[in-house]
């Protein structure tokens, strides 16, 4: 097992995985800019190392910076958390060439799923369903009109070096494709530096819902099963719940099951997240892969009682399956997070500031994943994430009504939070009753929240 890890993150996840390698027996090193200097992972480390000024460019994303804290603390392996570098596979390549475990995938299967078309080709190989598409970069505007042609509006054009909705497109006719398909080439030219685009049917009116694996560094790949991650804004998840009342025990495992097979033979190895729309028939769709531990993986832990940072480590030591896993993946009761944001309730727009009360709530069945305190300041140059309310409940009528007591005896003064707009989903039939699809927040806001769809 590894001595000591350091953490290449901030706040709320900084802070988990420290509850890790405490519980594993590991040391812990905390890297931290000027803005995080009183910080709680600063406190909770076994040592803590300042590596530049506030800016992420100056500080938690400067490899050199993060490298060279790693090689004076003498550490064995980095967690990259989510963000920033967690999924940067040049990052990962010096962090092995530096002979310090990245704990995550290899560096080659990092790239791979982060160029997303060709990811779809390679899971389309291995047997996961995909939506109908191109297969391959769309070179011309004559060449897309060609593909939507043979696969029929409405089509989306995505940016392959996309994410949160970027270099994204809705085409639902002929005549406007040739200008859209423009448009998003140079977004996505702008936004990642590379123009590349593909094409895929356009699925109405969808539900996000992802798949957790874990996979060990000897070829075994398990599925901890699904989420559901529908209740979104703008490509920021709000609240996320497991298991999906819209996914049979069938369902999961027949996925689960391939799942499996396909990482296996990819080489896939740590944790990951498998993202698919569902569409109105229920079908699941892969979309795209993310390579690292995700925000929402507490509602998975509370569900199958699997750690997944502590698995994470142990993988990266290189454990077998059979050592991280106490037994076959079990799924029990039902689980809910909110992201608590700082953030104007109207304007959506990040609330930094001085937090002058701060009392999380507590009882049976209640997580609180934060690194906020009461005196703390939230700094403006970061993202707006200050706590992560989850509940478990025997099943989701318990943990609707648990989540809504909790958010009631959850106090944050001195900054705007999403607590009161968790408080109204909650409330919300529609949500009690299961009844939503991606496109829930935004009719929600608009205030009729009269549906279109079933
Ligand atoms: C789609 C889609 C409909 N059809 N792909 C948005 C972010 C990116 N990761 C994938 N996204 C979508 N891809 C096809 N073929 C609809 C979305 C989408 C969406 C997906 C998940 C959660 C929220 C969303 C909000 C708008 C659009």
Redesign the pocket.
């Known amino acids: 097992m590894f001595n000591k890890i350091l953490i290449a993150n901030r706040g709320e996840i900084a802070l988990r995985v420290i509850c890790a390698c405490k519980e594993l027996g590991i040391r812990t090193v905390a890297i931290y800019s000027e803005a995080d200097r009183h910080s709680l992972p600063v406190r909770f480390a076994d040592e803590a190392i300042c590596i530049g000024p506030p800016q992420l460019a100056l500080s938690y994303l400067n490899i050199p910076a993060v490298i060279s804290a790693a090689e004076i603390a003498n550490v064995d392996a980095i967690h990259p958390g989510y963000g920033l570098l967690a999924e940067n596979a040049n990052f990962a390549e010096v962090c092995e060439t530096s002979g310090i475990k990245f704990i995550g995938p290899q560096p080659e299967v990092m790239r791979l799923m982060g160029e997303k078309e060709k990811a779809r080709a390679a899971m389309k190989r291995a047997g996961v369903p995909i939506?109908p598409g191109s297969d391959g970069i769309i070179a011309s505007e004559g060449e897309a009109v060609e593909w939507a042609r043979q696969v029929g509006f409405p089509v989306?054009v995505?940016a392959s070096a996309?994410?949160?909705?970027r270099g994204?497109r809705i085409v639902r006719t002929e005549e406007e494709l040739p200008a859209l398909f423009l448009a998003a080439q140079s977004e996505a030219a702008g936004a990642f530096g590379n123009g590349d685009l593909y094409m895929?049917?356009?699925?109405e009116h969808?539900r996000?819902i992802e798949f957790q694996v874990l996979a060990d560094e000897h070829g075994t790949v398990v599925s901890l099963g699904e989420r559901e991650?529908?209740i979104?804004r703008r490509?920021q998840k709000l609240l996320e719940e497991s298991p999906s009342t819209q996914v049979t025990p069938e369902l999961r495992d027949q996925i689960g099951t391939v799942l499996c097979k396909s990482l296996t033979e990819i080489g896939y190895t740590n944790a990951g997240t498998i993202?698919f729309?569902m569409d109105q028939d229920r079908r699941l769709h892969f979309?795209?892969m993310n390579t690292r531990i995700q925000v929402e993986h507490p509602v998975t832990e509370m569900v199958t009682d699997v750690d997944l940072v502590k698995s994470q480590i142990m993988i990266a030591a290189g454990a077998p399956m059979s050592e991280v896993l106490h037994g076959p993946i079990v799924h029990r009761g039902h689980a809910i997070e909110c992201r608590i944001n700082a953030e104007h309730p109207e304007k959506f727009t990040p609330s930094a500031g001085k937090i002058t009360s701060f009392h999380p709530p507590g009882g049976t069945g209640v997580r609180v994943d934060t690194a906020a305190y009461a005196e703390g300041v939230i700094p403006p140059y970061y993202d707006s994430l200050i706590a992560k309310l989850i509940v478990r409940g025997k099943d989701r009528g318990e943990a609707v009504s648990r989540m809504t007591r909790a958010l009631e005896m959850f106090i944050v003064e001195g900054v705007f939070t999403t607590i009161p707009l968790h408080r109204r989903i909650l409330a919300d039939p529609d949500f009690r009753a299961g009844k939503f699809d991606?496109g829930f927040i935004e009719r929600f806001l608009a205030g009729g929240k009269k549906d279109t769809s079933a």
């Open positions: 939506l989306i995505k996309g994410g949160g909705g994204m895929e049917k356009y699925v969808p996000h991650c529908s979104q490509h993202e729309l979309i795209e991606t």
